[in-house]
């Protein structure tokens, strides 16, 4: 009676710690990454990412580019998410730079996703189709495949 009791204290254990364990992508996502916006002339910028996924829940990756801006992004089923708000996010073709309010969404195993923008400059140029984009995980300034 006693090992029965035990040993359904060590199951009911083991099962709480699994429902408590932070997602392994949340892990996995935080390091440099390069950043490839698909069909984007110039450099490469890169990302350095910091996720945490508290037992609460509600995963967080604090986003730094390289280019100067930082964002949060939410992770809710396979996805992060963020919004960003730019002052020069939009890229005009005369050359000419606007704010402009994106929002970038990507696949946790892919890292893959689209940007998109709305222009928060009345006197911007028209929007363009939302942007693909994939990220590489760096180690030491050498890109991983994936």
């Known amino acids: 009676m006693i090992v029965i009791r035990g040993l359904t204290a060590a199951v009911i254990a083991a099962v709480s710690a699994l429902g408590f364990a932070s997602p392994a992508w949340a892990d996995v996502f935080s390091g440099t990454y390069l950043l490839n916006l ?9 990302w350095t990412a910091n996720a945490a996924c508290p037992p609460s829940g ?6 730094t580019s390289s280019s100067g801006w930082s964002g949060d992004a939410q992770l ?17 073709p005369d050359g000419t730079r606007h704010s402009e309010l994106q929002t970038w969404s990507w696949d946790t195993a892919a890292l893959a996703g689209q940007v998109s923008g709305v222009s928060t400059d009345p006197g911007a ?8 984009f994939t ?7 050498v890109g991983l495949s994936a």
């Open 38 to 46: 698909n069909g984007a002339p110039g450099a490469h910028t890169s």
């Open 58 to 63: 509600g995963c967080v990756a604090h986003i």
């Open 76 to 92: 809710a089923g396979d996805r992060w998410t963020m919004t960003v708000d730019r002052a020069d996010g939009q890229s005009c």
């Open 125 to 132: 140029c028209p929007q363009g189709p939302p942007n693909s």
């Open 135 to 141: 990220l590489t995980k760096m180690r030491n300034g």
